[in-house]
């Protein structure tokens, strides 16, 4: 079993995390097979989909009018230091170049190109980091046995080498590992299928750390971080709230990040245009940013490779909006104050930013951040804001705009 202790993480790695805590803004990307179908990344379990039919569906893939530079160029312009991408789901198949198995898509379709590697290099020009998600439950591989709870319809013999099948993962994660340039890290879900599985995981992290020591290694599963793991993450909720039922764990010292779906699915839903606003997905970064977490926002392409234009138009929307306030949130931790009903706070050294959500009127009061006199600027702009100090508390009379969706008071010591 690998011992971590905080010296124990190497430099490289150190430095990866702190890179990844000031990044703030993640692109989620799921497609794959599933896309053709257009009712989301589980459509093989929750149909069910046997695997011949699932494998027949796999060989007309054909995403032409996918391109990277394409999808590279919007998330720059939605302003994301990241992307996260399927290399692998739940149904099993690769999409990327594969030689631990030819249910791949250079191998198994007529499209025979490796988008991973096309994007792999675009992100490298462009300077966004690359993420891997890759799945540890397999709804297809017949050495995915025992079952977990999922997985069970699908037609596979009932037996299977489950030495084979973690053999199997550690060979296309070295690939991944090797082919494609430094990566950000590897995004691994599925793990709850099997929860009391030997899954190996000590050697799988040592050889990811060995072949890349700055990759990161993000779990879902949900739980308390284990050794050789680099961050914490959270599902369709804000670190410390559980509507969705998924977050049970206490926040600990790791980097945080949580995932959101832009409507309701992961990947490419049909007919799902139940799509999030513009401002309901930049409250959810800023109050992300206000708890010191990533947001990493999904999109579910379109089987052709093109993204759904509700996708694309709030992607600019919220670029622009960073592009005047991404100061605001870039390289900030966790602020002073912790999350309100009307907003959220983060910091960078000594000045700290409110930022105002949700709130009608134009005085806001607040504890005040620390000892010593305040003063408080627009956010942008910069202009003075009248701030009253009471005792521990300030009053601050608001910028005038109340229909932007943040609010931004930089407030800074008085010298
Ligand atoms: C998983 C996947 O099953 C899903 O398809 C999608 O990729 C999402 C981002 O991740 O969903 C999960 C993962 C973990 C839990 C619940 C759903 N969990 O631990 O409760």
């Given at each position: 079993?690998?011992?971590?202790?905080?010296?124990?993480?190497?430099?490289?790695?150190?430095?990866?995390?702190?890179?990844?805590?000031?990044?703030?803004?993640?692109?989620?990307?799921?497609?794959?097979?599933?896309?053709?179908?257009?009712?989301?990344?589980?459509?093989?379990?929750?149909?069910?989909?046997?695997?011949?039919?699932?494998?027949?569906?796999?060989?007309?893939?054909?995403?032409?009018?996918?391109?990277?530079?394409?999808?590279?160029?919007?998330?720059?312009?939605a302003g994301v230091k990241y992307i996260t991408i399927t290399a692998r789901h739940h149904d099993g198949f690769s999409m990327f170049a594969t030689k631990a198995s030819p249910y791949n898509i250079v191998d198994w379709t007529p499209f025979k190109r490796d988008p991973l590697r096309e994007l792999a290099d675009?992100?490298?020009?462009?300077?966004?980091?690359?993420?891997?998600?890759?799945?540890?439950?397999?709804?297809?591989?017949?050495?995915?046995w025992p079952r977990g709870s999922t997985g069970r319809n699908t037609g596979r013999p009932d037996s299977g080498d489950w030495n084979r099948y973690l053999d199997f993962m550690d060979a296309q994660l070295t690939e991944l590992l090797t082919n494609y340039g430094a990566l950000g890290g590897i995004w691994f879900?599925?793990?709850?299928?099997?929860?009391?599985?030997?899954?190996?995981?000590?050697?799988?992290?040592?050889?990811?750390?060995?072949?890349?020591?700055?990759?990161?290694?993000?779990?879902?599963?949900?739980?308390?971080?284990?050794?050789?793991?680099?961050?914490?993450?959270?599902?369709?909720?804000?670190?410390?709230?559980?509507?969705?039922?998924?977050?049970?764990?206490?926040?600990?010292?790791?980097?945080?990040?949580?995932?959101?779906?832009?409507?309701?699915?992961?990947?490419?839903?049909?007919?799902?245009?139940?799509?999030?606003?513009?401002?309901?997905?930049?409250?959810?970064?800023?109050?992300?940013?206000?708890?010191?977490?990533?947001?990493?926002?999904?999109?579910?392409?379109?089987?052709?490779?093109?993204?759904?234009?509700?996708?694309?138009?709030?992607?600019?929307?919220?670029?622009?909006?960073?592009?005047?306030?991404?100061?605001?949130?870039?390289?900030?931790?966790?602020?002073?104050?912790?999350?309100?009903?009307?907003?959220?706070?983060?910091?960078?050294?000594?000045?700290?930013?409110?930022?105002?959500?949700?709130?009608?009127?134009?005085?806001?009061?607040?504890?005040?951040?620390?000892?010593?006199?305040?003063?408080?600027?627009?956010?942008?702009?910069?202009?003075?804001?009248?701030?009253?100090?009471?005792?521990?508390?300030?009053?601050?009379?608001?910028?005038?705009?109340?229909?932007?969706?943040?609010?931004?008071?930089?407030?800074?010591?008085?010298?």
């Open positions: 079993m690998l011992v971590q202790t905080p010296d124990s993480v190497p430099a490289e790695r150190r430095a990866a995390r702190e890179w990844y805590r000031d990044a703030k803004f993640g692109m989620f990307v799921h497609w794959g097979v599933y896309s053709l179908l257009g009712n989301g990344e589980w459509v093989m379990q929750n149909r069910p989909i046997a695997v011949p039919d699932y494998e027949w569906l796999a060989s007309t893939f054909n995403p032409t009018k996918f391109d990277a530079r394409a999808w590279v160029s919007l998330a720059k312009a675009e992100c490298r020009r462009e300077g966004i980091k690359l993420f891997f998600y890759y799945s540890q439950l397999d709804w297809h591989q017949p050495d995915y879900d599925g793990m709850w299928d099997k929860p009391n599985a030997e899954w190996r995981l000590s050697r799988t992290y040592g050889l990811i750390h060995r072949l890349q020591p700055a990759a990161l290694i993000v779990p879902n599963h949900h739980q308390a971080p284990l050794p050789g793991e680099d961050a914490q993450t959270f599902e369709q909720d804000l670190p410390g709230a559980n509507t969705a039922g998924f977050n049970t764990t206490t926040i600990g010292g790791l980097p945080l990040e949580t995932s959101l779906t832009m409507n309701n699915s992961w990947g490419f839903n049909l007919t799902d245009h139940n799509y999030k606003s513009t401002r309901q997905l930049i409250h959810y970064l800023v109050r992300a940013a206000g708890v010191g977490a990533n947001l990493l926002l999904n999109i579910g392409p379109r089987p052709d490779g093109t993204i759904p234009p509700e996708a694309e138009s709030r992607l600019r929307e919220i670029g622009t909006w960073l592009g005047t306030n991404g100061a605001t949130l870039y390289g900030t931790r966790a602020g002073p104050i912790p999350p309100r009903n009307w907003g959220a706070t983060t910091a960078r050294g000594d000045t700290v930013y409110i930022h105002v959500l949700d709130w009608a009127d134009s005085v806001l009061a607040i504890p005040s951040p620390g000892a010593g006199k305040w003063s408080a600027k627009s956010w942008p702009g910069g202009s003075a804001l009248s701030l009253t100090q009471l005792g521990n508390s300030l009053s601050i009379v608001l910028p005038a705009d109340r229909d932007s969706p943040d609010r931004v008071v930089m407030l800074l010591h008085r010298r």
